[in-house]
Nanobody, 115 residues
Framework: QVQLVESGGGLVQAGGSLRLSCAAS????????MGWYRQAPGKQRELVAI???????NYADSVKGRFTISRDNAKNTVYLQMNSLKPEDTAVYYC?????????WGQGTQVTVSP
């Protein structure tokens, strides 16, 4: 059974940085898309960034130039480097894995950015 384990959230001041990690355990197709979504209180879950197994990427406009998504295919791990964080980046961040036959979510990790 495939599972996603996230780490790296926390509290940081505005302008600071955090790095999120998400490791997929179990057997998954080598052709997949991994990504990060976030959900702030009272808002819908939204795309932050995604990366394909060939390392093509897509970012939300609100994070372009500040966040970088990357992956290690050998470790089935995706990373999100978040720089120049803003209070509006505060949310629960969810890792996502899409592959043939399934769409899997992590448990979420809280990111809080103080003014």
């Amino acid at each position: 059974q495939v599972q996603l384990v996230e780490s790296g959230g926390g509290l940081v001041q505005a302008g600071g940085s955090l790095r999120l990690s998400c490791a997929a355990s179990g057997s998954i197709s080598s052709i997949n898309v991994m990504g990060w979504y976030r959900q702030a209180p009272g808002k819908q879950r939204e795309l932050v960034a995604i990366i394909t197994s060939t390392r093509a990427t897509n970012y939300a406009d609100s994070v372009k130039g500040r966040f970088t998504i990357s992956r290690d295919n050998a470790k089935n791990t995706v990373y999100l480097q978040m720089n120049s964080l803003k209070p509006e980046d505060t949310a629960v961040y969810y890792c996502n894995l899409k592959a043939i036959g399934f769409n899997l979510w992590g448990q979420g990790t809280q990111v809080t950015v103080s003014p």
